[in-house]
C-alpha cells in the first residue's frame, strides 16, 4: 500500500539551455533525457521524470519554444513549481511564457533557481536577481526564495533540495475524496505486460484490478497491475506519479491527452463555459470565434471562443465564454485551462471552467451571466444548486453531477444534504439523481396545466396516456422522470390513474344538451333484449345519423364511465346486457358443465360473430375457460 503521506509533484519551467535537466540530475541523481533525439541535440524534447526522496517527483519540462504545449502537459499536474533561470542569460522569453502558464493554471507555490552561478560575477547575480523580482511581481512566485546554485558544480543544490522539501511540507492534500481522474503523459508497450499508462493522479484513488473508463472514448478498460514511484503498488491516489497496466490494448489506442476516470462520472463535452483571461503581453484584442488551441491536463485540442460579453476582449482582462471544441474530452468544475494562438503558436491566456456540461448560449443574456457567476462562487454547494438549477435534461444523475463538481459520491450527498429542500431526489436509469425544487414544481405545474387544457378540448375523454400527456406537457422530459412527477401528482390527490390513463382528480366527463341525448339513445341501442338488434360500430353510426369519428368518442366516454363494454370484432354490448348474458351462461354451466358454440349461438338467438366475442370476453375476465370446442366454469 502507499503511503498515507501525500505525494509531491514538482515540475520545472524555464527557457531552453537554462540548465532544468542538469539541475534535477543534481538534485535526484537521475538523468531525465533518455531518448537517443534527446541525447544527440541536448535538448528535452518529452518530459521526463525522477524522483526526489520516496514523496515527490520531478517533472522535466522542454524549454524550447517549438515544444511548449509538451511543457503545459507536464505542468498541468504539478503542485510545486521550480523556475529555472539561468544567470549568464537571465530572463529569456520561455521564462515569461512558462511562469504566465503556470500562473494561468493556478499553481500556487514554488520557488527560483538561479542556475549556472559559477559563470557570472556578482554585481550580475544581483542585477539579475532584481529582474527576477520584477518579473515575478504580482504572482505566485513574488516573495519566493530565489536558491543560487550552479547544476554543473553542485554548488547551492542541497539548499535548494532544503527549500523544496520545505515546501513541499507546506502543501496540502488536494482532490482526495474526488472521483480517480487521471491524465495520460506517456503511453508505451512493456514486452510481457503489455500497454502502460503513466500520469499524475488528478483526484481520488484506483486499486489494482479496478476499473477506469478511457475518455472520451468511453471505453470499459481493467487495471491488471500499478506502480507508483517506480514500485508495484496496490493502490494510487491524487498526487501519486501512477503506471497503470491494461491488458488489451494496442499501441496508438491510447495516446497523451486521454483521460483515464471512473467510470459512469464523466461525461465527454465539446462545450465549456469558462471565464477567460487574456494575458497582457498578449499581442492584440482576441475577437469573439477566433480560434485558438486549448491545453487542458494533457490534452490540446482547438476550439472557438465565443465570447459571450462583447465582441473583443483586450489584453490584459477577463471575460465570461464559452469554448466550442473541435474534439472532446472530458473535463469538471474549477479545471484550469491554457489557450495559446493558433498560429503562430504563442500562449496568451487561460482560466478556469465554469461548466463543463453547458448548452450553446446565446450572447449578452443578463440570466446567462447571473448564472455564471453563481458557478463562479468558491462554495461547492453553491455551484452545484446553480447547476441543477439550469441543468437542461432537468434532472442530473448524482455520479454525472459528481463528475462535474470534481467530488466523490460521499462529498456530494453532503452537498445535497446542505441544499435541503433545494432539490428533489428522483431515480434515473434507476440510479440516484437529482433535480432542483424550481425544475420539479415546473414539471408538475406543466404536467397539471397540460391536463387541464387536455380536458377542456377534449371533455368526453377521461384523459390521454401518461407517454401522449408527456409528449403534450415537453417531450425533452425522460419518461422516467416524468413518470415520477406523475406518481408524485397522485400521491398527493392532484389527478387520479386509470391504468395507463390520467385524468386531473376533479374531472369528470361532461355532456352536453345534444351529447346526452345521443348518449341515451347509442345506451339504449346496446341495450336490447335480443342481440340480433345490436349494432356494431358501422351500424351505431347509421343509426344516431353521426360520423364515425363522433361516434367513437360517445363510445370511448361511456366505456371509460362503465356503462358500455367493448368486445372483439368491433361490438359493443352495454353493460346491464352483458350482465344478463354472463348470468345466463352461468346457469347453464352449471346445469350442463360446458358449453360448445353453437350451443351458446342457440342459447342466445345470436350469430356466430356474437358467440365468439362473448365467449373470449368470459374467458378473458376469468369466468370460463378453453378445452378444445368446449368452455367449462371457472369458478
Not at 534527446?38 to 522542454?62: M, N, S, W
Not at 469538471?332 to 495559446?340: E, K, S, Y
Not at 467530488?407 to 441544499?419: R, S
Not at 358449453?595 to 356466430?608: K, M, Y
Amino acid at each position: 500500500m502507499p503511503s498515507s503521506e501525500m505525494h509531491t509533484i514538482i515540475g520545472t519551467a524555464g527557457h531552453i539551455d537554462h540548465g532544468k535537466t542538469l539541475l534535477v540530475k543534481a538534485l535526484t541523481g537521475m538523468d531525465t533525457d533518455t531518448a537517443p533525439e534527446e541525447k544527440a541535440r541536448g535538448i528535452t524534447i518529452e518530459l521526463g521524470f525522477a524522483f526526489l526522496g520516496d514523496q515527490a517527483t520531478l517533472i522535466d519540462v522542454p524549454g524550447h519554444e517549438r515544444f511548449v504545449k509538451t511543457m503545459v502537459a507536464g505542468v498541468s499536474t504539478i503542485d510545486i513549481a521550480l523556475l529555472v533561470v539561468a544567470a549568464d542569460d537571465g530572463v529569456m522569453p520561455q521564462t515569461r511564457e512558462h511562469l504566465d502558464v503556470l500562473q494561468l493554471l493556478g499553481i500556487e507555490r514554488g520557488l527560483i533557481a538561479l542556475n549556472k552561478t559559477d559563470l557570472v560575477e556578482e554585481d550580475w547575480l544581483a542585477l539579475v536577481e532584481e529582474d527576477l523580482r520584477q518579473l515575478v511581481k504580482g504572482t505566485f512566485l513574488e516573495g519566493a526564495p530565489i536558491a543560487r546554485v550552479s547544476a554543473h558544480t553542485g554548488a547551492g543544490v542541497d539548499a535548494l533540495k532544503q527549500l523544496l522539501l520545505s515546501l513541499m511540507a507546506q502543501t496540502r492534500a488536494q482532490r482526495q475524496g474526488g472521483p480517480f481522474r487521471l491524465w495520460v503523459d506517456r503511453a508505451f508497450l512493456v514486452k510481457g505486460f503489455g500497454l502502460v499508462c503513466t500520469g499524475t493522479v488528478w483526484s481520488g484513488t484506483l486499486q489494482s484490478g479496478d476499473h477506469v473508463e478511457l475518455a472520451p472514448a468511453g471505453r470499459s478498460l481493467r487495471v491488471r497491475g500499478l506502480q507508483q514511484h517506480g514500485r508495484e503498488v496496490d493502490q494510487v491516489q491524487a498526487g501519486d506519479r501512477a503506471a497503470l497496466n491494461l491488458p488489451g490494448v494496442e499501441t496508438g489506442q491510447i495516446v497523451r491527452g486521454d483521460a483515464l476516470v471512473a467510470p459512469q462520472y464523466f461525461r465527454p463535452t465539446q462545450l465549456l463555459d469558462v471565464r477567460l483571461r487574456l494575458l497582457p503581453s498578449c499581442p492584440k484584442v482576441l475577437e469573439t470565434r477566433s480560434r485558438v488551441r486549448l491545453h487542458l491536463g494533457t490534452a490540446e485540442v482547438m476550439a472557438r471562443v465565443v465570447l459571450l460579453e462583447g465582441q473583443t476582449l483586450e489584453p490584459g482582462s477577463s471575460a465570461l465564454a464559452q469554448l466550442r471544441l473541435e474534439a472532446p474530452l472530458v473535463a469538471a468544475w474549477g479545471d484550469c485551462f491554457v489557450i495559446r494562438r493558433y498560429s503562430p503558436p504563442l500562449t496568451i491566456g487561460g482560466g478556469r471552467i465554469l461548466d463543463p456540461q453547458p448548452i450553446k448560449h446565446r450572447r449578452n443574456e443578463a440570466a446567462l451571466r447571473e448564472h455564471l457567476g453563481a458557478l463562479e462562487q468558491e462554495n461547492p454547494r453553491a455551484v452545484a444548486e446553480a447547476m441543477l438549477r439550469l441543468a437542461p435534461e432537468g434532472a442530473r444523475p448524482c455520479l454525472a453531477l459528481a463528475g462535474e463538481l470534481g467530488l466523490g459520491l460521499e462529498q456530494l450527498e453532503e452537498v445535497l444534504g446542505a441544499l435541503g429542500g433545494k432539490i428533489v431526489r428522483v431515480q434515473l436509469g434507476g440510479l440516484p439523481a437529482a433535480i432542483h425544487v424550481t425544475q420539479w414544481n415546473a414539471l408538475r405545474q406543466r404536467a397539471e396545466e397540460t391536463l387541464a387544457a387536455f380536458h377542456q378540448a377534449q371533455p368526453l375523454k377521461a384523459g390521454p396516456n401518461r407517454e401522449e400527456l408527456r409528449s403534450l406537457a415537453d417531450r425533452r422530459v425522460a419518461p422516467e422522470l416524468f413518470d415520477q412527477v406523475l406518481q408524485d401528482l397522485e400521491r398527493k390527490g392532484r389527478i387520479a390513474g386509470e391504468g395507463a390513463v390520467v385524468r386531473a382528480a376533479s374531472h369528470q366527463i361532461r355532456f352536453s344538451a345534444e351529447e346526452e341525448t345521443l348518449r341515451q339513445r347509442l345506451l339504449d341501442a346496446l341495450n336490447r333484449s335480443s342481440l340480433a338488434e345490436v349494432p356494431d360500430a358501422e351500424g351505431l353510426a347509421k343509426l344516431l345519423q353521426l360520423e364515425t369519428r363522433k361516434v367513437d368518442t360517445l363510445l370511448k366516454a361511456v366505456m371509460s364511465l362503465g356503462a358500455v363494454v367493448p368486445l372483439e370484432g368491433g361490438l359493443f354490448l352495454h353493460a346491464q346486457a352483458l350482465e344478463r348474458v354472463r348470468a345466463q351462461l352461468r346457469c347453464y354451466l352449471q346445469e350442463q358443465g360446458s358449453v360448445t358454440v353453437a350451443a351458446f349461438r342457440d342459447l342466445l338467438g345470436a350469430n356466430r360473430r356474437w358467440s365468439l366475442a362473448l365467449l373470449a370476453h368470459f374467458d378473458r375476465e376469468g369466468l370460463t375457460q378453453r378445452q378444445g370446442d368446449l368452455r367449462v366454469l371457472c369458478d
